[in-house]
Protein backbone atom coordinates (compact mmCIF):
# COMPACT_ATOMS: atom_id res chain seq x y z
CA UNK A 1 0.00 0.00 0.00
CA UNK A 2 1.47 3.83 -0.83
CA UNK A 3 1.83 5.80 1.68
CA UNK A 4 0.11 9.07 1.74
CA UNK A 5 1.56 12.79 2.26
CA UNK A 6 -0.52 12.54 6.06
CA UNK A 7 1.32 9.13 6.73
CA UNK A 8 4.56 11.02 5.81
CA UNK A 9 3.94 13.96 7.74
CA UNK A 10 3.27 11.13 10.73
CA UNK A 11 5.75 9.33 10.42
CA UNK A 12 8.58 12.28 10.53
CA UNK A 13 6.38 13.63 13.34
CA UNK A 14 6.91 10.19 15.53
CA UNK A 15 10.62 11.03 15.53
CA UNK A 16 10.85 14.61 15.74
CA UNK A 17 10.34 17.03 18.55
CA UNK A 18 7.95 19.98 18.21
CA UNK A 19 7.05 22.96 20.49
CA UNK A 20 4.07 25.67 20.66
CA UNK A 21 4.02 29.03 19.09
CA UNK A 22 5.27 30.46 23.04
CA UNK A 23 8.36 27.99 23.26
CA UNK A 24 9.46 29.16 19.66
CA UNK A 25 9.32 32.40 20.72
CA UNK A 26 10.86 32.50 23.65
CA UNK A 27 13.79 30.76 22.20
CA UNK A 28 13.96 33.29 18.92
CA UNK A 29 14.69 35.12 21.75
CA UNK A 30 17.26 33.49 23.12
CA UNK A 31 18.81 32.86 19.51
CA UNK A 32 17.83 30.42 18.06
CA UNK A 33 17.75 30.09 14.18
CA UNK A 34 14.45 30.61 12.58
CA UNK A 35 14.37 28.52 9.48
CA UNK A 36 11.09 29.12 7.07
CA UNK A 37 10.66 26.24 4.93
CA UNK A 38 8.00 27.61 2.75
CA UNK A 39 8.12 28.74 -0.75
CA UNK A 40 10.15 32.20 -1.90
CA UNK A 41 6.68 34.04 -2.73
CA UNK A 42 5.09 32.99 0.17
CA UNK A 43 8.26 34.05 2.46
CA UNK A 44 8.26 37.57 1.16
CA UNK A 45 4.40 38.11 1.82
CA UNK A 46 5.59 37.57 5.06
CA UNK A 47 7.72 35.80 7.96
CA UNK A 48 9.07 35.74 11.35
CA UNK A 49 11.66 38.45 12.19
CA UNK A 50 15.18 37.56 11.08
CA UNK A 51 14.04 34.31 9.72
CA UNK A 52 15.88 32.42 7.23
CA UNK A 53 14.22 31.17 3.83
CA UNK A 54 15.09 27.74 2.74
CA UNK A 55 12.35 26.16 0.51
CA UNK A 56 11.58 22.49 2.00
CA UNK A 57 12.04 21.11 -1.44
CA UNK A 58 16.03 22.05 -1.48
CA UNK A 59 17.12 21.71 1.68
CA UNK A 60 18.95 18.45 0.82
CA UNK A 61 21.02 20.57 -1.45
CA UNK A 62 21.17 23.52 -0.10
CA UNK A 63 21.30 23.17 3.83
CA UNK A 64 25.09 21.91 3.86
CA UNK A 65 26.41 25.07 1.90
CA UNK A 66 23.86 27.86 3.81
CA UNK A 67 26.09 29.98 5.68
CA UNK A 68 23.13 30.22 8.40
CA UNK A 69 23.30 26.32 9.18
CA UNK A 70 26.85 25.73 9.55
CA UNK A 71 26.81 25.10 13.14
CA UNK A 72 24.63 22.11 12.92
CA UNK A 73 24.35 22.33 16.78
CA UNK A 74 22.39 25.75 16.75
CA UNK A 75 19.32 25.45 17.98
CA UNK A 76 16.88 25.93 14.74
CA UNK A 77 13.41 26.53 15.15
CA UNK A 78 11.51 25.20 11.72
CA UNK A 79 7.79 26.02 10.49
CA UNK A 80 6.41 26.11 7.21
CA UNK A 81 2.24 27.97 6.70
CA UNK A 82 0.87 24.74 9.23
CA UNK A 83 2.94 22.80 10.03
CA UNK A 84 3.74 19.65 7.65
CA UNK A 85 6.50 20.62 5.64
CA UNK A 86 7.52 21.86 8.98
CA UNK A 87 8.08 18.62 10.27
CA UNK A 88 8.95 17.55 6.93
CA UNK A 89 11.90 19.33 7.15
CA UNK A 90 12.70 18.91 10.78
CA UNK A 91 13.02 15.23 10.14
CA UNK A 92 14.96 15.45 7.23
CA UNK A 93 17.33 17.87 9.14
CA UNK A 94 17.89 15.54 11.79
CA UNK A 95 19.22 12.85 9.47
CA UNK A 96 21.46 15.79 7.92
CA UNK A 97 22.61 15.49 11.35
CA UNK A 98 21.11 19.18 13.00
CA UNK A 99 21.04 18.31 16.38
CA UNK A 100 18.88 20.76 17.47
CA UNK A 101 16.44 21.51 15.24
CA UNK A 102 12.55 21.37 16.35
CA UNK A 103 8.97 21.96 14.11
CA UNK A 104 7.17 24.89 14.85
CA UNK A 105 3.16 23.37 15.57
CA UNK A 106 0.80 25.35 13.55
CA UNK A 107 3.50 26.88 11.51
CA UNK A 108 3.22 30.52 10.46
CA UNK A 109 -0.28 31.23 10.69
CA UNK A 110 -0.13 30.02 14.11
CA UNK A 111 2.43 32.80 14.62
CA UNK A 112 0.36 35.48 13.40
CA UNK A 113 -2.65 34.05 15.28
CA UNK A 114 -1.00 34.12 18.35
CA UNK A 115 -0.06 38.46 17.91
CA UNK A 116 3.67 38.08 17.12
CA UNK A 117 5.45 40.20 14.56
CA UNK A 118 6.36 39.55 11.41
CA UNK A 119 8.65 41.08 8.34
CA UNK A 120 7.39 41.46 4.57
CA UNK A 121 9.48 42.10 1.93
CA UNK A 122 9.52 45.80 0.23
CA UNK A 123 6.27 46.03 -1.50
CA UNK A 124 8.15 45.98 -4.87
CA UNK A 125 9.37 42.63 -4.39
CA UNK A 126 5.84 40.90 -3.69
Known amino acids: MALTTQDFVAQAKSAIEECDVA ?3 QR ?3 GALALDVRE ?3 FMQGHIPNAVDLPR ?3 EFRAPEHPAL ?3 DREIIVYC ?3 GRGAL ?3 TLQQMGFTKVINMLGGYGAWLEAGNQEEKAPEEWR
Open 81 to 83: QAG
Open 40 to 42: PQE
Open 57 to 59: GVI
Open 89 to 91: ATY
Open 28 to 30: LQE
Open 23 to 25: TAA
Open 70 to 72: SDK
